[in-house]
Protein backbone atom coordinates (compact mmCIF):
# COMPACT_ATOMS: atom_id res chain seq x y z
CA UNK A 1 0.00 0.00 0.00
CA UNK A 2 3.06 2.05 0.48
CA UNK A 3 2.62 4.78 -2.55
CA UNK A 4 5.52 7.19 -3.28
CA UNK A 5 5.23 10.22 -6.12
CA UNK A 6 8.12 12.62 -7.01
CA UNK A 7 7.70 15.79 -8.36
CA UNK A 8 10.10 18.56 -9.61
CA UNK A 9 12.22 17.40 -11.82
CA UNK A 10 12.87 19.25 -15.27
CA UNK A 11 15.37 20.69 -17.25
CA UNK A 12 18.03 23.01 -15.88
CA UNK A 13 21.24 24.78 -17.06
CA UNK A 14 24.47 23.58 -15.44
CA UNK A 15 25.14 25.53 -12.16
CA UNK A 16 21.72 26.14 -11.45
CA UNK A 17 19.80 24.25 -8.82
CA UNK A 18 16.29 22.34 -8.37
CA UNK A 19 14.42 20.70 -5.75
CA UNK A 20 12.75 17.42 -5.75
CA UNK A 21 9.96 16.69 -3.93
CA UNK A 22 9.10 12.35 -2.74
CA UNK A 23 5.26 12.36 -1.17
CA UNK A 24 4.68 9.38 0.58
CA UNK A 25 1.33 7.88 1.34
CA UNK A 26 0.03 4.46 3.07
CA UNK A 27 1.96 4.49 6.37
CA UNK A 28 3.39 6.56 8.84
CA UNK A 29 7.00 7.50 7.68
CA UNK A 30 8.48 8.95 10.89
CA UNK A 31 10.59 5.52 11.61
CA UNK A 32 11.52 4.62 8.30
CA UNK A 33 14.88 5.34 6.02
CA UNK A 34 14.02 7.41 3.08
CA UNK A 35 16.98 8.35 0.05
CA UNK A 36 17.22 9.08 -3.51
CA UNK A 37 18.51 6.96 -6.05
CA UNK A 38 19.16 7.62 -9.54
CA UNK A 39 19.71 6.11 -12.69
CA UNK A 40 21.89 7.88 -15.90
CA UNK A 41 20.70 6.46 -19.99
CA UNK A 42 23.39 2.99 -20.03
CA UNK A 43 24.47 2.78 -16.19
CA UNK A 44 23.20 1.45 -13.53
CA UNK A 45 21.53 2.46 -10.88
CA UNK A 46 23.34 4.31 -7.73
CA UNK A 47 22.53 5.79 -4.68
CA UNK A 48 22.58 9.42 -4.10
CA UNK A 49 21.81 10.49 -0.80
CA UNK A 50 19.73 8.78 2.29
CA UNK A 51 18.26 9.85 5.59
CA UNK A 52 18.33 7.36 8.32
CA UNK A 53 16.22 7.15 11.37
CA UNK A 54 17.14 6.16 15.08
CA UNK A 55 15.83 6.63 18.27
CA UNK A 56 18.33 9.30 18.96
CA UNK A 57 17.69 11.44 15.74
CA UNK A 58 18.18 11.53 12.06
CA UNK A 59 20.97 11.79 10.25
CA UNK A 60 21.97 11.84 6.12
CA UNK A 61 24.51 10.41 4.09
CA UNK A 62 25.51 11.19 0.55
CA UNK A 63 27.55 9.92 -2.25
CA UNK A 64 30.90 11.50 -2.42
CA UNK A 65 29.86 12.15 -6.20
CA UNK A 66 27.04 14.60 -5.06
CA UNK A 67 28.58 15.40 -1.15
CA UNK A 68 28.16 19.62 -0.90
CA UNK A 69 26.19 20.00 -3.84
CA UNK A 70 23.22 17.96 -2.75
CA UNK A 71 20.79 18.16 0.47
CA UNK A 72 18.30 15.74 1.83
CA UNK A 73 15.71 16.83 4.00
CA UNK A 74 12.36 15.24 5.44
CA UNK A 75 8.78 16.97 6.71
CA UNK A 76 7.32 14.15 8.44
CA UNK A 77 4.02 16.13 8.95
CA UNK A 78 3.72 15.94 5.56
CA UNK A 79 4.91 12.44 4.51
CA UNK A 80 7.66 14.24 2.17
CA UNK A 81 11.33 13.93 1.59
CA UNK A 82 12.96 15.89 -0.43
CA UNK A 83 16.44 16.24 -2.34
CA UNK A 84 17.92 19.98 -2.72
CA UNK A 85 20.64 20.23 -5.56
CA UNK A 86 23.14 23.21 -6.63
CA UNK A 87 25.96 23.22 -8.83
CA UNK A 88 24.19 21.14 -11.20
CA UNK A 89 26.25 19.88 -13.26
CA UNK A 90 25.39 17.77 -16.93
CA UNK A 91 26.51 14.26 -15.42
CA UNK A 92 23.67 15.06 -12.85
CA UNK A 93 21.52 14.25 -15.83
CA UNK A 94 19.71 11.15 -14.93
CA UNK A 95 16.00 9.87 -13.97
CA UNK A 96 16.04 10.24 -9.83
CA UNK A 97 13.76 7.89 -7.86
CA UNK A 98 12.34 8.35 -4.05
CA UNK A 99 12.91 5.35 -2.00
CA UNK A 100 11.82 3.81 1.15
CA UNK A 101 12.73 1.35 3.17
CA UNK A 102 10.25 -0.75 5.66
CA UNK A 103 12.22 -3.37 8.19
CA UNK A 104 9.28 -4.85 9.31
CA UNK A 105 8.36 -7.67 9.38
CA UNK A 106 10.89 -8.16 6.66
CA UNK A 107 12.94 -5.91 5.27
CA UNK A 108 11.14 -4.22 1.95
CA UNK A 109 12.53 -1.72 -0.51
CA UNK A 110 9.54 0.89 -2.06
CA UNK A 111 10.11 3.11 -5.10
CA UNK A 112 8.69 6.23 -6.98
CA UNK A 113 8.18 6.50 -10.75
CA UNK A 114 10.77 8.65 -10.99
CA UNK A 115 11.44 11.88 -11.87
CA UNK A 116 13.50 13.58 -15.04
CA UNK A 117 16.13 15.79 -14.46
CA UNK A 118 18.55 17.37 -16.99
CA UNK A 119 21.16 19.52 -16.96
CA UNK A 120 22.36 21.58 -20.41
CA UNK A 121 25.82 22.65 -20.77
Known amino acids: QVQLVESGGGLVQAGGSLRLSCAAS????????MGWYRQAPGKEREFVAM??????????DYADSVKDRFTISRDNARNAVYLEMNSLDPKDTAIYCC????????????WGQGAQITVSS
Open 99 to 110: SVRVTSPVPVDY
Open 26 to 33: GRTFTNVD
Open 51 to 60: TRWSWRGYNS
